[in-house]
T-cell receptor
Framework: DADVTQTPRNRITKTGKRIMLECSQTKGHDRMYWYRQDPGLGLRLIYYSFDVKDINKGEISDGYSVSRQAQAKFSLSLESAIPNQTALYFCATSDGQGWDEQFFGPGTRLTVL | DQQVKQNSPSLSVQEGRISILNCDYTNSMFDYFLWYKKYPAEGPTFLIS?????DKNEDGRFTVFLNKSAKHLSLHIVPSQPGDSAVYFC?????????????FGTGTKLQVIP
């Protein structure tokens, strides 16, 4: 079974709709992250959390919110989706040790029409 | 302000030959450098890392070289295999408020031709 899972894997929605992307992990890591990948822009950090009570904005948090429901669960919400939020979204976890290697989920492809 | 740059969006190499993927950075505070590999429909997976105090790290067919004076690192894959075809992300991290802040490059798509 995958250590980091994301649901849904694909989603098509309309402008103005609220959407939630969910992430679960079985690695026992305290640190969790949400990234988006756009062509030519690499991976950009949206939000990160070091424990249930700790939520931090990344470099592109505008238009997004997150919830850390438990150590194993970290959700990303788009309150009112817009077309330029069309992207591939990745959740990741890490244990904070050494170079802090991150373990990624398989991604969610989101299309906002 | 792209602190980690991968100037080659794609690279094609014949099977058995060497693949060299390049990465440049601007922040002298980076203390770890990592390479991740990404296959289609999967998330990135960690491949190899190097500390800023070293200039080379080797793991099987994969070697990463770091040139701090030039702010440049490269990933060498020898010999290249068709299964190495993937997108490779260079990443660099620096201490920031108690954690290692990671910055990713834009990726290089490697195609290994059988």
């Amino acid at each position: 079974d995958a250590d980091v899972t994301q649901t849904p894997r694909n989603r098509i929605t309309k402008t103005g709709k609220r959407i939630m992307l969910e992430c679960s992990q079985t690695k026992g890591h305290d640190r969790m992250y949400w990234y988006r990948q756009d062509p030519g822009l690499g991976l950009r950090l949206i939000y990160y959390s070091f424990d249930v009570k700790d939520i931090n904005k990344g470099e592109i948090s505008d238009g997004y919110s997150v919830s850390r429901q438990a150590q194993a669960k970290f959700s990303l919400s788009l309150e009112s989706a817009i077309p330029n939020q069309t992207a591939l979204y990745f959740c990741a976890t890490s244990d904070g040790q050494g170079w802090d290697e991150q373990f990624f989920g398989p991604g969610t492809r989101l299309t906002v029409l | 302000d792209q602190q980690v740059k991968q100037n080659s969006p794609s690279l094609s190499v014949q099977e058995g030959r060497i693949s060299i993927l390049n990465c440049d950075y601007t922040n002298s505070m980076f203390d770890y450098f990592l390479w991740y590999k990404k296959y289609p429909a999967e998330g990135p997976t960690f491949l190899i890392s190097i500390s800023s105090i070293k200039d080379k790290n080797e793991d099987g067919r994969f070697t990463v070289f770091l040139n701090k004076s030039a702010k440049h690192l490269s990933l060498h894959i020898v010999p290249s295999q068709p299964g190495d075809s993937a997108v490779y992300f260079c990443a660099a991290s620096a201490p920031a408020g108690g954690y290692q802040k990671v910055t990713f490059g834009t990726g290089t798509k490697l195609q290994v031709i059988p």
